[in-house]
């Protein structure tokens, strides 16, 4: 009863859009599956509805995609560090900071347990941070610098050691 309702939905939506092709399967008492094809015909829309092309015009036009904030990028990629997530760190700019490759950039972590970044001030694209990085001896090493990020990627670092 329920698939039969289904079936009916899906053609009066199918007959709306003007274009439907519903496949259906059900398993008979024999276990074997039993398959079958409806095809609705294009019909004329009802009065009253706009078709998704009236309703877009000649062009339709996608707002420009924002870049997030210098500030929000560093975060995010100290966020992936601490995760774990070493892809979306590399992504975000760890490609551009350690000058080397992927498998030179992971062990780089080896012997951190946490960074905790501090965002003290954003100028442009320049991000002024103070980190902490706590070893997995429970030491700490503080560093201060700046990252430079351009279009959502961290592309320079000038970090030092404090």
């Known amino acids: 009863m329920a698939a039969s309702a289904l079936v009916v939905v899906l053609i009066g939506v199918g007959a709306f859009l003007g274009v439907a092709r519903l496949t259906l399967s059900a398993?008979?008492?024999?276990?074997?599956?039993?398959?079958?094809?409806?095809?609705?015909?294009?019909?004329?829309?009802?009065a009253g509805f706009a078709s998704a092309q009236q309703l877009a015009g000649p062009l339709a036009v996608l707002p420009a995609q924002v870049?997030?904030?210098?500030?929000?990028?560093?975060?995010?990629?100290?966020?992936?560090?601490?995760?774990?997530?070493?892809?979306?760190?590399?992504?975000?700019?760890?490609k551009n900071i350690v000058g080397g490759t992927y498998d030179d950039f992971v062990p780089s972590f080896?012997?951190?347990?946490?960074?905790?970044?501090?965002v003290n001030s954003v100028v442009g694209e320049r991000v002024e941070v103070e980190?902490?990085?706590?070893?997995?001896?429970?030491?700490?090493?503080?560093?201060?610098?700046?990252?430079?990020?351009?279009d959502g990627v961290i592309v320079d670092a000038d970090i030092h050691r404090e």
């Open 27 to 46: 398993t008979g008492p024999s276990g074997d599956v039993a398959a079958r094809s409806v095809q609705v015909p294009a019909t004329a829309q009802p």
């Open 67 to 94: 870049d997030p904030e210098p500030s929000d990028v560093v975060v995010a990629y100290f966020s992936a560090v601490n995760d774990g997530e070493y892809v979306a760190a590399w992504a975000l700019g760890g």
């Open 131 to 150: 980190l902490d990085a706590t070893q997995t001896d429970g030491s700490h090493r503080y560093f201060a610098g700046t990252y430079t990020v351009q």
């Open 110 to 118: 080896a012997d951190t347990t946490y960074d905790d970044v501090t």
